[in-house]
T-cell receptor, first 111, second 111 residues
Framework: AQSVSQHNHHVILSEAASLELGCNYS??????LFWYVQYPGQHLQLLLK??????LVKGIKGFEAEFIKSKFSFNLRKPSVQWSDTAEYFC?????????FGTGTSLTVIP | NAGVTQTPKFQVLKTGQSMTLQCAQD?????MSWYRQDPGMGLRLIHY???????DQGEVPNGYNVSRSTTEDFPLRLLSAAPSQTSVYFC??????????FGSGTRLTVV
């Protein structure tokens, strides 16, 4: 069965620290991968997406993610976080129009 | 271009009452879906539609009905509200598998 796992449920970082959030998926065949961000009280917004090509994908606000096919992973990274990055982050995997979401990682950045 | 519009933003229901959550998109997206978001459980798919006149069940469909009479609208009906349906509900749409556009959500409390 298709599934997406996010192993970090809650991450606390100080400003300027580096961030890496894990995402592993279980999905047969070609898969499209996404990271969404949900700021407090808001809806989900697309951070970045991977369909094919360069496995290192750059998104908005300095975020990037690396697709490692052999590890079924699509980890999200940012070299230096800011207080404004405090949010919940969701990884999603799917094909066509149907996607499966992970349970989310709550990131708190301390000034 | 409003994107995905959900109404109402907040709603309190008594157990046993029925109501309809409205969702409309103006992007001519073929695919629309309803998710509920609960703490620690991420996003769970309730129902989805791949086009006007076509709907199907997701992961947690019990207690909810949908219809898709037009491309633009995808209302979610709660037949007889229960406290277990207290949640935040998100409508989303997509086209061609390029990722979802989410609405701003409806926070529903059932007392």
């Amino acid at each position: 069965a298709q599934s997406v796992s996010q192993h970090n449920h809650h991450v606390i970082l100080s400003e300027a620290a580096s961030l890496e959030l894990g995402c592993n998926y279980s999905y047969g065949g070609t898969v499209n991968l996404f990271w969404y961000v949900q700021y407090p009280g808001q809806h989900l917004q697309l951070l970045l997406k991977y369909f094919s090509g360069d496995p290192l994908v750059k998104g908005i606000k300095g975020f990037e993610a690396e697709f490692i096919k052999s590890k079924f992973s699509f980890n999200l990274r940012k070299p230096s976080v800011q207080w404004s990055d405090t949010a919940e982050y969701f990884c999603a995997a799917g094909r066509g129009n149907q996607f499966y979401f992970g349970t989310g990682t709550s990131l708190t950045v301390i000034p | 271009n409003a994107g995905v519009t959900q109404t109402p933003k907040f709603q309190v229901l008594k157990t046993g009452q029925s109501m309809t959550l409205q969702c409309a998109q103006d992007m001519n997206h073929e695919y629309m879906s309803w998710y509920r978001q609960d703490p620690g459980m991420g996003l769970r798919l309730i129902h989805y539609s791949v086009g006007a006149g076509i709907t199907d069940q997701g992961e947690v469909p019990n207690g909810y009905n949908v219809s898709r009479s037009t491309t633009e609208d995808f209302p979610l009906r709660l037949l007889s509200a229960a406290p277990s349906q207290t949640s935040v509900y998100f409508c989303a749409s997509s086209y061609g598998g390029f990722g979802y556009t989410f609405g701003s959500g409806t926070r529903l409390t059932v007392v």
